[in-house]
Antibody, heavy 121, light 107 residues
C-alpha cells in the first residue's frame, strides 16, 4: 500500500535552516510528481511546492520562493524540502502529497501524516 | 494566481441533514477542482476530483458539481463521521491553492 512518511521537523530559530524528508513506498516513486503542502496551527491548507517525476521541473508558492528548495532522490524513493531563512510564519505541519498522475489528474490522492516545524527563538 | 473562496466558513447541522458548501474560483478552472475532508490532527482525505467524480471508497452521500468558477460539495443524510473540515482545491495551473475551509459542526 502507498505510504508517505515525513521526518525532520522540530523547533528552529528564525533565520536558520531545516531539511524535511518524505520517504515513499508502495508505488513507483520515480513516475509521480510530488508536492509539499503545509498547515499553520489552526489554519487552512497552503500549497508549498511541486517537483516533477524526473526532478527537472519545480514550482513554488510566492511565500517560499527563494527560501525553500524542493528536491528528490528517486534511487532512495525520497522527497525533500530544504527550508532556509525560516520565519515565524513558516511554523506549520508540513505534508508531502502524491498526485494521482496521468493527464489532468493532478489532485492529491495520498498524503503523509505530516511533520511539525516550529520557528521560534 | 487563482484564488479560491469557500462559503460558509462554519456550518452547523444535525445528523441526517443535507448540507451544501460552495467554492468559487477567481478565474475559470474548468473542472479541475478537488474536495478534501480533514479531521483534527489528521491528513486531508480526497473525496471528489474533477469537480464531480467520487473517489473510490467515498460514500455516495458525497457529491460535487460545477464548472468554470462556481462549485459545490453536497452531503446528503449527514453521518456522525462527516463532522469535519472541508477544503476545495484547484489544480488548473501552478500555483495550486485551497479554499480557506468550511468547518462542519454538530448543531
Amino acid at each position: 500500500q502507498v505510504q508517505l512518511v515525513e521526518s525532520g521537523g522540530g523547533v528552529v530559530q528564525p533565520g536558520r535552516s531545516l531539511r524535511l524528508s518524505c520517504a515513499a513506498s508502495g508505488f513507483t516513486f520515480s513516475t509521480y510528481p510530488m508536492h509539499w503542502v503545509r498547515q499553520a496551527p489552526g489554519k487552512g491548507l497552503e500549497w508549498v511546492a511541486v517537483i516533477s517525476s524526473d526532478g527537472n521541473n519545480k514550482y513554488y508558492a510566492d511565500s517560499v520562493k527563494g527560501r525553500f528548495t524542493i528536491s528528490r532522490d528517486n534511487s532512495k524513493n525520497t522527497l525533500y524540502v530544504q527550508m532556509n531563512s525560516l520565519r515565524a510564519e513558516d511554523t506549520a505541519v508540513y505534508y508531502c502529497a502524491r498526485v494521482r498522475g496521468g493527464p489532468n489528474s493532478n489532485y492529491f490522492d495520498y498524503w503523509g501524516q505530516g511533520t511539525l516545524v516550529t520557528v521560534s527563538s | 494566481d487563482i484564488q479560491m473562496t469557500q462559503s460558509p466558513s462554519t456550518l452547523s447541522a444535525s445528523v441526517g441533514d443535507r448540507v451544501t458548501i460552495t467554492c468559487r474560483a477567481s478565474q475559470s478552472i474548468s473542472s479541475w477542482l478537488a474536495w478534501y475532508q480533514q479531521n483534527p490532527g489528521k491528513a486531508p482525505k480526497l473525496l471528489i476530483y474533477k469537480a464531480s467524480s467520487l473517489e473510490s471508497g467515498v460514500p455516495s452521500r458525497f457529491s460535487g458539481s460545477g464548472s468554470g468558477t462556481e462549485f459545490t460539495l453536497t452531503i446528503t443524510s449527514l453521518q456522525p463521521d462527516d463532522f469535519a473540515t472541508y477544503y476545495c482545491q484547484h489544480y488548473n495551473s501552478y500555483p495550486y491553492s485551497f479554499g480557506q475551509g468550511t468547518k462542519l459542526e454538530i448543531k
